[in-house]
């Protein structure tokens, strides 16, 4: 199994920024992509943004310009830089692999337990 644990979350004011990260351990043999998604109080999960092991990188049009992914893969670790945030992006933000046990298995998608990030107006 894996674990993820995600850490950085908290309140910062409209136009600030967070720093997100999350570490990946357990009986890894190797990550593929690594992501965030995020929740928020009635809405659907959805990507925010993704990073392949080539360092290829996706982000939700309603982060563009404003969050950077990036990955450590030696310490299975990704991180999420949030600028210039807005209210809109509160949400629980959960770390997302996709991981293989051994090099000749199939890969498994796995979900953090989330951190919450809290904008203030």
């Known amino acids: 199994q894996v674990q993820l644990q995600e850490a950085g979350g908290g309140l910062v004011q409209a136009g600030g920024s967070l720093r997100l990260s999350c570490v990946a351990s357990?009986?890894?043999?190797?990550?593929?992509?690594m992501g965030w998604y995020r929740q928020a109080p009635g809405k659907q999960r959805e990507l925010v943004a993704i990073?392949?092991?080539?360092?290829?990188?996706n982000y939700a049009d309603s982060v563009k310009g404003r969050f950077t992914i990036s990955r450590d893969s030696a310490k299975n670790t990704v991180y999420l830089q949030m600028n210039s945030l807005k209210p809109e992006d509160a949400a629980t933000y959960s770390c997302?692999?996709?991981?293989?046990?051994?090099?000749?298995?199939?890969?498994?998608?796995?979900w953090g337990q989330g951190t919450l990030v809290r904008v203030s107006s």
């Open positions: 997302y692999v996709n991981w293989r046990k051994l090099r000749w298995t199939n890969a498994f998608d796995a």
């Open positions: 357990g009986s890894i043999f190797s990550i593929d992509a």
């Open positions: 990073i392949s092991k080539d360092g290829i990188t």
